[in-house]
């Protein structure tokens, strides 16, 4: 019954992993896991339950740059002497397998990279009961707001600090993110008139409904590809196609007013009933 009720706990244990690997320098060339990343937390209290990181040395040392970009970057020299993966597969598994995996862009990349360190060494690899990439989540929910979806971007948007590019620390600040962000759309979602929309990045076309007079909002455009400057439309009382025929029918009516006589307000009240009939 222990390993029964323990499997059910289990389960319901979101794992944030992420991976730092070297960069192909040309086509053709794979990525090689330099890092691995991740904190068990507790998806009901948002606590950390477990946490774990090692570095990673390729067999062939030679794919790893002698020089990073980032001052605390992964360079030859540092992994020289970790462990090569076969080494802490055992760990990385019982990590990952059968919990909710989430991270971002994973499905993309880490998830695949995982996969291929594992066939490398001729080991099934671990397997999630859920995902949640936090990439296409935010992307969907929260948009563009903070200018683009880079963990670096979002990150500075809420005054967290600079991304360090390692493992452990990427998904800790991972966490905070989704954290800032559910906490803004909870707030927009209980006061939706006032705050909803607000938020730069989100240009909307407003127009006018002639049925009850009110000014709704709706977004004209997807949040995955905003524009970069935002389009408003004035309401018009007719449709486009229907401008040439407005046109004419006034024309019609300015013979008729010649031909007959007919008083200035007169035609007026013509000319604008036939607006609200279009």
Known sequence: MESSTSGKERT??????????????????????????????????????????????????????????????????????????????????????????????????????????????????PEPVGMIDSLGVLTEKFGRRAGNMKMATLASYFGLGQQKHRSLDD??????????????????SSLPSVLLGKWQGSPTVITRSRAN??????EETSRKSPPTSAVYQRAVPYTRGSLGKMTEGVRNLLCKAQGKQLPLNSLVLKHSHMLRLR
Not at 14 to 24: A, C, K, Y
Not at 174 to 186: D, I, Q, R, S, Y
Not at 213 to 218: A, E, Q, T, V
Request: aromatic fraction near 8%; glycine fraction near 6%; hydrophobic fraction near 45%.
């Open 213 to 218: 007079g009110k000014l709704p909002c709706r």
């Open 12 to 125: 319901a244990e979101i794992v944030f992993f992420d991976l730092e690997t070297t960069v192909p320098n040309r086509a053709g060339k794979r990525f090689w896991v330099l890092e691995f990343g991740a904190i068990v937390v507790c998806p009901k209290k948002l606590v950390e339950l477990e946490s774990y990181s090692t570095l990673v040395r390729p067999k062939d040392l030679s794919v790893v740059s002698l020089r990073s970009g980032r001052c605390d970057g992964i360079t030859r020299e540092v992994v020289a002497n970790a462990p090569v993966f076969e080494d802490v597969a055992d760990k990385i598994f019982s990590i990952l397998n059968g919990r909710v995996w989430a991270g971002h862009n994973i499905q993309r990349f880490d998830c695949i990279r995982i996969k291929e360190a594992f066939s490398d060494i001729g080991r099934p690899a």
């Open 171 to 188: 998904v800790r600040m991972n966490l905070e993110v989704l954290k800032h962000c559910a906490t803004v759309l909870f707030l927009e």
